[in-house]
Structure formats: C-alpha cells, structure tokens
T-cell receptor
Framework: DSGVTQTPKHLITATGQRVTLRCSPR?????VYWYQQSLDQGLQFLIQ???????AKGNILERFSAQQFPDLHSELNLSSLELGDSALYFC??????????????FGEGSRLTVL | SQQGEEDPQALSIQEGENATMNCSYK?????LQWYRQNSGRGLVHLIL?????REKHSGRLRVTLDTSKKSSSLLITASRAADTASYFC???????????FGAGTRLTVKP
C-alpha cells in the first residue's frame, strides 16, 4: 500500500460526458502528479501540483483540468469525453517539489471506460 | 511523448535465472528511475540513479547508467515468480519539470 488513495477505481461513462477523479496523497506529501496510461500512448505525464499551485504541465488536453485543494487532495476533471480517453489514470505523490529528489508513490489508478 | 525505450519488450525466464532489461533515451537527464508495475496495479519505485552515477545496487537489483550511450540497464538476479511484472524506466530532464516513461518490458518468471 503506497498510501495514495484514488477514487473511483472503475468508471464507465458515455462520450460527451464529464467525470472527476479524486486523489488523496500520502500524508505529508505536498506534490501530486497525474499520469494517463493507455495501450497506444503508454504512460503520459499530465500535470503536477505542489502545495496547491500548478508546478509542471505535460500532455494534458484542454478538455482536462486539475486542481489541488488546501487539504492537498487533488481532482482531475475530464470533460467532453471521447473514446480515446479510455485509460488508466494514475495519481502519484512525493514529498518534494519535483522529480529530482526521487521516488513517486503511485495510487492504484482509476480505470475510465468511455463507451 | 516517450523518452525511453525498453528492450526487450517482453522477457520470459525460469525462476533462479537473471533478468536484464535495457533502457535507451534521447536527451540529457538529471536522473533515471526504474519502476515496477504488476498487472493493472500502480507503479512501485525500485531505484533511482543520478546522471553522475554509474552503478547502484538495491537487494537483488543492479542498475547501471551510461550517459555517453544514453542507456541504462536493470539486472534482477536470482529471479522469483513474484518478480513477474512490467518494468519501466523513467527519465527526469535536467530542468526537473518532466519525467518520461518508456514503454516497458514485460517480464515473466516461470516457477
């Protein structure tokens, strides 16, 4: 158990809909990262937050947005969903501000299926 | 976009044998990390090697880094069935604002 909690574990929805994925980082971790894992794209970095502020941005679509709240939990909002958005979405956390200091602790992921 | 490329894509060995996975990358890095992922589960950090290091050990794991060749290898010695998983290398760019994963090596260890 990494200490990172993601909900929901599974989500099935239709094209055009909007969903929210939630992540609670490990106790004491200030950074939260979101990754998307799909068969064709592999693991793609989406976005990072540190102590409530956006820190780094990766291949996040404009239809997607995220935020980190004062209690440090984070939400990833996916809107106008397309079939290609079906993937496993991971949240990870770390103590420090970035990847220099080492390991990320990953949650078990939220599997999104868009029909 | 992916930075690292693992080789081989899949590897099948018997318990007790050693498993070697390779990772090549394209740009300069600050550090390189290896992660393990059991099927459909979250990734677990294995080891981090910095750009000024050449080799690191952790238990049955040995990682090497050759920055001149832009490559790294992960050696798992005396493999066990429980080592069956996908292994990913991830490179952290010098600016520290991105960590890119390779496509992974699927390791199967047969009992």
């Amino acid at each position: 158990d990494s200490g990172v909690t993601q909900t929901p574990k599974h989500l099935i929805t239709a094209t055009g809909q909007r969903v929210t994925l939630r992540c609670s980082p490990r106790s004491g971790d200030l950074s939260v990262y979101w990754y998307q894992q799909s068969l064709d794209q592999g693991l793609q970095f989406l976005i990072q937050y540190y102590n409530g502020e956006e820190r780094a941005k990766g291949n996040i679509l404009e239809r997607f947005s995220a935020q980190q709240f004062p209690d440090l939990h984070s939400e990833l909002n996916l809107s106008s969903l397309e079939l290609g958005d079906s993937a496993l979405y991971f949240c990870a956390s770390s103590v420090g501000t970035g990847w220099y200091t080492g390991e990320l602790f990953f949650g078990e992921g939220s599997r999104l299926t868009v029909l | 976009s992916q930075q690292g490329e693992e080789d081989p894509q899949a590897l099948s060995i018997q318990e007790g044998e050693n498993a070697t996975m390779n990772c090549s990358y394209k740009t300069s890095i600050n550090n390189l990390q290896w992660y393990r992922q059991n099927s459909g589960r979250g990734l677990v950090h294995l080891i981090l090697i910095r750009s000024n290091e050449r080799e690191k050990h952790s238990g049955r794991l040995r990682v090497t880094l050759d920055t001149s060749k832009k490559s790294s290898s992960l050696l798992i010695t005396a493999s066990r069935a429980a080592d069956t998983a996908s292994y990913f290398c991830a490179t952290v760019l010098p600016a520290g604002n991105d960590m890119r994963f390779g496509a992974g090596t699927r390791l199967t260890v047969k009992p």
